[in-house]
């Protein structure tokens, strides 16, 4: 490679990285020499194919379109910064909360009745990616603060294990962890639901049983027997902890649940518990068929919407009309998928930046933007080094949430595990949810573990 003091491009022997391989080699180097004659002594300013080339191991700012002789259309431009950290991994863009505002008021007034002592029920069912978990996220913020939130969720994985949700849901409020031992889950429960209930002895047994736990003589009682004593277990801890103050109790991805979970929600969904609001979400393939539940079907986002999200994701007031367009016709409104697209032709340097706005450098096509959700993600997961795919992989045979300690025995002790999920969650994939007391992650999105999956 050769670069000098003051040059704007990067040459090697074989071929010119700016402008058109395929093009006069004389028109090359005049893009070349253009980009030279910009910069300022010490500056080195790349063009589009550089910086696609060179965006992984340098920072770059981008510094807009340049009209540069012999070009007809503005090119845009970048300067190197600095060498960037190998586990740096350009920020993704999220947009603000779109389009949803009359299903949170819904849950408000919901949660309102169950404040007043009136038993509430409500159900979130919308396609994949259109914002199922984020309108239950958005929810619980605002409200966090004076109500007690039960959470659990199903998972692909466990669609044959009787009551994983529940378990799960036991386990997120006990601090009860994957890599806790038998006597250590024993433990957990035993105190977690001694301070919830004054006699536990009743309840305790189902419960352990739940964890496959030595002496909880579930063994000896038949399914139905078995399913009733585990639903008395849960209306005891839910009543108690609802006469305490509001209740929330939060399922998500129920299109996942087995069986069994599915018939013993049905059945609690039918106590009516006073002060206790039911939350669950799931696909429209899945069918709760229980009455007295108030379902938000989330629907596609207006066109309305589909440019305030673009403009949000953008920072940008003036976006390109072609790109809103584009969106509302790909993704039919959904949020999660407009967010891949638009972080994917910034990626790919189609959309780029134009002073305050954005502009569209390049056309839409296949290949710079896959037809499906899933397509997208899949993209994004291929272009990932070897070593960052497979952590990927192996986090997402865990499941949507994974402990450090966990994934670090499934991956072998990998000595560059730490820097690899560092990398993963500075691309969007995943997220630190909790450091106390073990590191443990979480795939921002459900469709991004099923995929990785």
Known sequence: MHTGVNTGVVLTSETVLDGKQTGPLGDTINVAARLQSMAETGQILVGPETRHSIEATFNLDDIGLHDLKGKGEPMPVARVRSIASRNVTPARRQGRFVGRD?????????????RNGTPAFVAISGEAGSGKTRLVDEFRTR?????????????????????????????????????????????????????IVENSSEILPPLLQLYDIEGSQGSSIDREAYRGRLLQSLRTLVQTLAGRGTLVVCLQDLHWADPSTVDLLRQFAAEQLASTMTLYNYRPEFLFHEGGIREIRLTELSDRDTRELTESLLDASNVPNELVTFLEQRTGGNPFFMEEIVNRLIENHILARNGEGWMLTGEFNTTTVPTTIRGVIAARIDRLDAGRRRILQEASVIGREFLFTILSQVSGGDATLADGLAALESAGLIRKRDVDPDLEYLFKHALTQEVAY
Do not use: C, H
């Not at 009359?102 to 169950?114: G, M, N």
């Not at 669609?159 to 529940?166: G, K």
């Open 102 to 114: 009359t299903e949170l008021s819904l849950l408000r007034d919901e949660l309102e009745r169950a």
């Open 143 to 195: 409200v966090a603060s004076d109500v007690t939130w039960l959470e659990g969720r199903a998972y692909p994985f466990a669609q044959n294990i009787p009551y994983y949700a529940i378990t799960d849901l036991i386990s997120n409020s006990l601090g009860i962890d994957e890599a806790d031992s038998a006597e250590t889950v024993r433990a957990k429960l035993e105190q977690g639901i001694a301070a």
